[in-house]
């Protein structure tokens, strides 16, 4: 997706404005999502654990750690790739290509990513012990997933920084397999045919993912990520308060701050909060106060 030029404008909504969209209505919504995403979790699981585990009975196999292994499966399955209500994001297949550091140990949304990817590869090693290929296999399941999503027409979008997580996830898993096999003294397998085939299968599966990306996937760099926009962002830290204060000492406490639209000019910023009595306007970082422009004759210029 071709990036569009930096605007000088930033505008920040304030609640009460018909087009902000409140934080509790979108963790509401969450929370109202959880009981179908369990029950889907639930289906899922029983349809992949239920054979899993005959087949694993009839084999003499350990069982237990093969259904784990595929409970896994079906929660990275039901939080990934199912429909959600949200419906479409965005037009055609697009994908948020912005650096996942140094934000990502930071997002709660990415540790999360980690936890889902990390328990399926711990089971896979025990079960396959092969911890090279089952990370190959991890990795690239993750990309496919977020090829999936890409689409948008699920709901879901596609990110880096989610791939990342969800590599790291599959990483410390698989690590945690190792770890584990050796406290209990089991063989890893842990050798060439292992190193050959998890790598041979990363790298045609690697090629074989961004070939697709690169020709059916626009990749795009959302507006806050990027280096102009951050610089201006640092540069306005503390404008919105100075000049809602103001706001408030023209028009009294009781006007509503509605928007705040900051405007770059010769080196400085218009710094102009909308209320519903009127406007005031000021240079920042000067905090020098420009013009009020009130909506009716009860307060003076």
Known sequence: ???????????????????????????????????????????????????????????????????????????????????????????????????????LPHSSSALLNVALFAPAPFFAVLVFRRPVTVVAVA?????????????????????????????????????????????RGQDTRWGKRDALWGGGLAVVGALALIGVFHSSVESYVPLSEREGVQAQAHALEGAEAWI????????????????????KRDGRYLVTASTDLGDVSGWWPERELVETTPKDDRVGP
């Open 1 to 103: 997706m071709a990036e569009r030029d930096l605007a000088p404008v930033l505008h920040h909504v304030h609640p009460g404005h018909p087009n902000h969209d409140p934080g509790p209505v979108v963790i509401d919504a969450s929370i109202a999502a959880v009981p179908d995403l369990l029950l889907s979790f639930g289906v899922l699981a029983l349809l992949l654990a239920l054979p899993v585990g005959l087949i694993a009975r009839v084999c003499e196999k350990p069982v237990t750690v093969r259904v784990l292994c595929a409970v896994s499966i079906a929660g990275i399955c039901a939080v990934t790739l199912l429909p959600t209500a949200g419906g479409p994001v965005g037009q055609g297949a697009i994908c948020d290509v912005s650096p996942p550091f140094p934000q």
């Open 139 to 183: 990795v690239l399941s993750s990309g496919c997933i977020e090829l999936i999503q890409a689409e948008g027409t699920m709901g879901r979008a596609c990110s880096s920084t989610d791939l990342v997580a969800n590599a790291t996830g599959a990483v410390i898993g698989a690590a945690g397999g190792v770890v584990w096999s050796r406290f």
């Open 244 to 263: 809602t204060e103001v706001a408030t000492d023209v028009f009294g406490t009781k006007a509503r701050v509605r928007e705040v639209v900051s405007e």
